[in-house]
């Protein structure tokens, strides 16, 4: 018995529990909605079975999935960054609606040059909007040391409110403008400044820069000096400091960073799903609370780029299973989006079980350094091996 | 056009709809004040605040008495906030993130009621205007200040109670002893996890009756997110006041009544964009906290969760 019980204190078991508890912490969320769904008198695994069909029941189906969650991982990626940074940017709906409307002007007045020389610099445009909208409320903590959730937070209002007005004037669709509906959207993109697609899905090019920038964003985050400063000033900027790191510097980088991948999502919804920017007068509705479940699939993947990819699929698939629950059972897909502030609840509880968890590993280890070295027998007498 | 704005009734309109709308905010704001003071930051009002608007309203509609709304709301608001003080108190749980768990949860969860229970949008007849006698009889002053439904009144009275309980007691010491050095505190015997649950659940409370003043008082109607932003913004005004009951009160006031200013604007057909106007608030907002916040500081131990020392 001893045995077992040491090999399920052992060190490579208890890393692979840490490395589950999201899951857990999933399922719990899960469980918790069958519960709201039994309440609502709807039956749960119908439910349940719904939202996977809509998610994974078809080649399509899949597709959409993935659509959904490219933004995700986009802003899930500049989340990475930021958050390491011990920069907390809520500022990912504004960022996304800035680098949108940069990368649509871009597409809509250089129509004489090539398709794919308009793509990129679309995609260059948007990424620098949102570049621009996460490096103010960086300056603003860094030297003015304004609360960067605070300013983020204002810095999406103010966004929305530009794109409203841009699109109910200066750049309102020109057919639009002479009727009396002014619906408030500008012009479709031409059909050569299109991202590619997976005919017959909606799958487009954009999914697979995503995938590469979050390998790319590895690689800046633990083979840089850049990604190293930015983590060093996030976990202990006096010591930062003293090292002689420009703190004040990083953390302007870390959020203008985030920003330009917020902002490189809004890019591609509009090149790559929307081929025009509309708005229903809310941040939602351009950016289907992309900038808000970018965090949770981020934190869900534990901030490291690579796990954000399945993260990202994850909460995609659950965004897009939900529109076929409430066709199905009639359930209202925002209980998809309780569903998902429960995880992020549940994540961030969990992760105080896996500190201390670590920190018994740390202790144990200690201690087994410190008793005297016994000869190797003796130790398997011990254990009863 | 513009004269007309600087006409008496057009000016008394402006500053009576300024005091009305800053009502929210006050509630919120103080409620988060407590909470911050004792060094927890809780960015889920905008999800209490959402939850406590629809049980309000929806129990508002379905009772008929207006009370039993701000009952419900006040009991949504402090299991909110003993979720909020479970998950930040005993698990230590990043204090920001999880705030954003519990916005996107009264999101969804506001919404999903909303769709379940009532389907459509409907109207309630909310908390009518209540003349104090005499001082509303004041020509302008009493329009302003003195005809204005009970929670506006409420919501102002809330702020010297709340200076008075921060500054004057020894609950108001705990509190602050709490948020400041909270090893001190713990080593005089003041229970830091007690005290930061009665602030959280306390912050949970008025964040649902800030709620409930929006759909059974101001607006009188209940929509999905139809707190759009307040909520954070009402956190915003914690750090904007400086974490002093009457520097949020100026915050607040500041806040809504260039909001007012820009809902007048619109009304009178003045030519600027209204888009553009409903984003003064937000730049004046940001404005001002690069003016002020170097100047004030924080609580020390906010975001940090306590664990004692063995």
């Keep these: ?385 | 056009m513009i004269s007309e704005l600087f006409s008496v009734t057009v000016l008394i309109g402006i500053l009576a709809s300024g005091i009305r709308l800053a009502t929210p905010y006050l509630y919120a704001s103080i409620g988060e004040t407590f909470g911050q003071r004792s060094g927890v930051l809780n960015l889920g009002v905008e999800g209490q605040m959402l939850l406590g608007a629809f049980a309000a309203f929806f129990v508002a509609l379905t009772t008929g008495n207006l009370w039993f709304g701000v009952l419900a709301a006040m009991i949504v608001g402090a299991l909110m906030g003993l979720l909020m003080a479970f998950v930040t108190v005993n698990l230590h749980a990043q204090q920001g993130i999880s705030g954003i768990g519990f916005y996107l949860f009264g999101l969804g969860m506001s919404d999903l009621l909303f769709q379940k229970l009532m389907g459509t949008v409907e109207t309630v007849k909310g908390f009518p205007p209540l003349k104090i006698p005499f001082l509303s009889n004041i020509p302008g002053v009493g329009e302003i200040f003195f005809n204005q439904n009970i929670l506006v009144y409420g919501a102002y009275l809330l702020v010297p109670a709340a200076w008075f309980v921060l500054n004057k007691t020894t609950l108001g010491l705990k509190i602050r002893s709490v948020g400041e050095n909270p090893d001190a505190a713990d080593s005089l015997g003041v229970s830091v996890a007690r005290v930061r649950y009665f602030t959280i659940i306390l912050g949970g409370v008025l964040s649902g009756i800030a709620g409930a003043s929006l759909s059974i008082a101001l607006l009188n109607v209940f929509q999905q997110n139809m707190t759009s932003g307040l909520g954070f913004i009402a956190v915003a005004l914690v750090y904007f006041g400086g974490w002093r009951p009457w520097g949020v009160l100026g915050g607040a006031l500041l806040f809504s009544m260039v909001n007012s200013l820009q809902l007048w604007i619109q009304v009178l057909g003045i030519p600027i964009p209204s888009d553009i106007a409903v984003m003064m608030p937000y730049v004046l907002t940001i404005l001002v906290l690069v003016a002020t916040v170097s100047r004030v500081r924080a609580p020390t131990a906010l975001t940090r969760p306590f664990e004692r020392e063995d």
Aim: hydrophobic content about 50%.
């Design chain 1, 1 to 385: 018995m001893p045995a077992m019980k040491k090999f399920f204190q052992s060190d490579g078991l208890s890393r692979l529990v840490d490395s589950l508890l999201p899951i857990f912490a999933t399922l719990a969320a899960l469980l918790l909605g069958a519960v709201m769904l039994f309440l609502l008198k709807v039956n749960p695994i119908e439910a349940y079975k719904a939202l996977w069909d809509g998610a994974f029941g078809s080649t399509n189906a899949f597709a959409e999935t993935l659509v959904k969650a490219t933004p995700l991982l986009l802003v899930g990626l500049g989340i990475c960054i930021s958050f390491r940074g011990d920069v907390i940017n809520i500022g990912g709906e504004g960022q996304m609606i800035i680098g949108a409307i940069l990368a649509t002007w871009v597409g809509l007045t250089f129509t004489g040059l090539p398709g794919w020389l308009v793509v990129t610099l679309s995609m260059i445009a948007g990424f620098l909007g949102g570049a621009i909208w996460g490096g103010i409320p960086g300056v603003l903590k860094a030297y003015f040391s304004v609360n960067e959730i605070l300013s983020t937070v204002m810095m999406n209002a103010i966004a929305v409110q530009l794109m409203n007005f841009l699109l109910r004037g200066p750049m309102i669709d020109p057919s639009q403008a002479e009727l009396s509906s002014k619906i408030p959207q500008t012009a479709r993109l031409l059909e050569i400044f299109r991202l590619p697609r997976l005919a017959p899905t909606r799958l487009h090019l954009g999914a697979l820069i995503a995938v590469a920038l979050a390998v790319l964003v590895y690689i800046l985050l633990w083979r840089t000096t850049l990604g190293y400063r930015i983590r060093a000033v996030g976990q202990n900027p006096h010591a930062s400091r003293y090292a002689g790191i420009k703190v004040q510097r990083y953390i302007v980088l870390a959020l203008l960073l985030s920003g330009a991948f917020s902002g490189l999502a809004g890019a591609t919804q509009v090149f790559g799903v929307n081929y025009r920017m509309i708005t229903d007068g809310s941040s939602s509705g351009f950016t289907g609370s992309a900038g808000f479940n970018g965090i949770v699939a981020a934190l869900f993947g534990q901030l490291h780029p690579i796990m954000t990819i399945p993260a990202s699929i994850l909460f995609g698939a659950l965004l897009v299973g939900a529109n076929k629950m409430q066709r199905v059972v009639q359930v209202p897909s925002a209980l998809v989006i309780a569903l998902n502030g429960l995880v992020v609840v549940f994540v961030v509880s969990i992760e105080f079980l896996r500190r201390r968890r670590q920190r018994r590993r740390l202790a144990a280890a200690k201690q087994n350094d410190e008793s005297p070295p016994s000869p190797e027998p003796l130790k398997q007498l011990e254990t009863g091996t």
